[in-house]
């Protein structure tokens, strides 16, 4: 998936979040691109818990 780095960064500085949470949760779509499959919407709800704690701890160190 091709991001446009400057509206990342700017999206980024305007909420307080790092770029990089904001590229790991659109990359989102790509790794579920079936959310009919089995299973889908557990595994997708890990996936954002995941990268937020990720964040979380991060931002906390």
Known sequence: MEVDRKLID????QH???ADVLVALLELSSEFP???ARGAKP???ARITEIIE???EARSA
């Open 34 to 36: 079936d959310m009919a």
């Open 10 to 13: 700017h999206a980024a500085a």
């Open 54 to 56: 990720t964040a979380v």
């Open 16 to 18: 307080d979040v790092g």
């Open 43 to 45: 595994r997708l709800l």
